[in-house]
DNA sequence: TATGAATGAGGGTTCATTCAT
DNA sequence: GATGAATGAACCCTCATTCAT
């Protein structure tokens, strides 16, 4: 019984490095950030932390991997068909870490790695990929319910608002004036407007 | 007479640098490019460079100036007022540069960098409030002329679509089932049917 | 009863480790193998590896002990002055381990570290000393006898024979047109001449 | 003309370096020597000698390389058929290098490294060849004149020859009581009544 | 007996930058 | 204007070893 502990530590420690990591490339970036630096965040010696990840592109990936299954998590658990994409968009954005534009930059430094790193870009797709199978489900229903406009290709839309809500830490970036709230209402506008059906 | 041409020639070299590194931080990403790199690329000695650039953040500096300014130089020009923020969205698709979707890609370097660097950031901004400006005068115009909505505010929305615009680059990272030109053609219908006076 | 098997297991599991050490330090050297490494290749954690040995120079040098001493175990046994050095070399060859000459590389190892290590080229020299006196007593029964030239310096003769004996591995790394038979018929032939009175 | 210089300066400096590393390896070995020390006994940062070899690797191949050629350089610019093996192997002797037994004890750390390292295997046998090759011809050529047993395969015989030679740095590590005159004597005695025509 | 967490010094290598020529 | 020698701190990672359990 007691023993069943260990390997919950060894997973708790192995979280614990991924925070530490996290933090630190959300100060230097992906490159920026050294081990040494990731060690003394999370109170760790450099030896040690290579007995639970082989390499620092390993952290780098598994960080890539659990921080893209967050952001988009909060598409399932709904029950299917039952909203339009709309709703489906505006829930998105009200989502556990996006309130915190700061912290979801780090989705740019992904996007500049997967640029250039293939293992990086496969994770980026294949965790964009569970979204966008969702939003197409959901706007061929709108589309079946004619609450989407039909004209629209399922697939494809969704590619574009997956990349529209992939842009929105991007505001902050340019402006001062634009606070979170009404940029997200924006957004949500266009984004009715460009699915609703045209007469 | 004949030293005149000097500065001119001062000028093609740095031109020829920044050519060079761009083609290494679009391999290897800012941090990830080095100096030698950078050399090797412009066939020139470090010794050499540094007669030209002061330090190697002056290059990226400089380089993510240039840059933006090119993204965005197609703006200026064209006669004012003359044309619907519609229109502005559909030739700033066409410009250089973003037919090589690849080749810009770089801008998402300069956004995660921007996360956590001011220098990058304020250039960022800077190059951003030009197009941004345009933007909102030409979205003012066309609210004037009844071609765009009244209820949208200009300067906001101005932010939002170069929002949309930076992204399109994130597109082909995501999927391979969608090219360019209908990336285009869906953004450029999202954009129309957004900015589009409501009955 | 049951208790006395216990210094068996802990003698039969420093043997597998020994082993397992030999074949790490044939893969990659004496240095360049690590205790990570043999514990692998002994099933084995670190803790516990070194409740067999006290440090990595320990197994090395018990290693180098064992490996000299079986090298040479062969020659113990025979009963002493009935044979010419000629017909000892000529079994030396033959015996356990020498047929698998990749196997006694390790012998390179011990000597280039018994260059520069103390304790390395003591072992090598007591595992030495003991065949050459096997050897020299064999050359002065022989020089008895006749069988061999009384002008050869016994204590002398066998070192050389024995240096002689320790080269032979050197041949499959320098050449593939010779295998073990010949290079064995070879230099066999060479000492038979060179033991042999000259008339 | 005084710009010739430069590119001297920068083969003397490699020399350097490998005289360095060739006594860096001598007192710890191939792998026991590290970069940093390497840099210490040249008198030159870390960052300096990577001008000058692109690795560590590198730097023990082309040590290898010249320590293995300069130790049998001696036999070229002998007038061929001139002279018996006999006297070769005499001659070997006496070349640079081979009088002080110390220093070409590297000869150890080459042939542990070539049992495992393809890259420093080939460039043994590309040097052991050329000797062999050399050995091989006088052999001949020795039969011929018969100064040499017919019985003997010229090629096989150069192999043991070589090994014999190699062999020799390993007298003083096995025994003390046995000096290098003396040695070198012994072994000459026994190539020669090993190639001696038999009657 | 046996594990594997933990250390921190050191491994080979690259870095941005300076300087003498 | 142009070179490349030179630095030494920092890079990622591995090492032999210890210790709590």
Redesign the interface.
Known sequence: MVRKRVPEQHEGRRQEILAAAHRCF???????ASISMICKEAAMSPGHLYHYFPSKDAIIEQMADEYLASLHSHFSGHPEGEQTATVLLSELWSMKGWDDL?HC?IL??L??????NERI?AI??EN?DGV?TLLTEALTAGQARGEVDSA?DP???S??L???L???P??P???A??NFE??RK??T???G??L?P?Q
Chains 1, 2, 3, 4 share one sequence.
């Open positions: 959300l100060r230097h970036g992906l490159q920026g700061g930059r740019f430094e996007l500049a790695e997967a640029g250039r870009r980026l797709k964009t966008r629209l697939k494809h839309t590619a574009v997956v990349a529209v992939d842009a929105a991007m505001l970036l340019m402006t004036d634009l009404e940029s924006l957004i506008t266009m984004v407007r460009f609703k045209q």
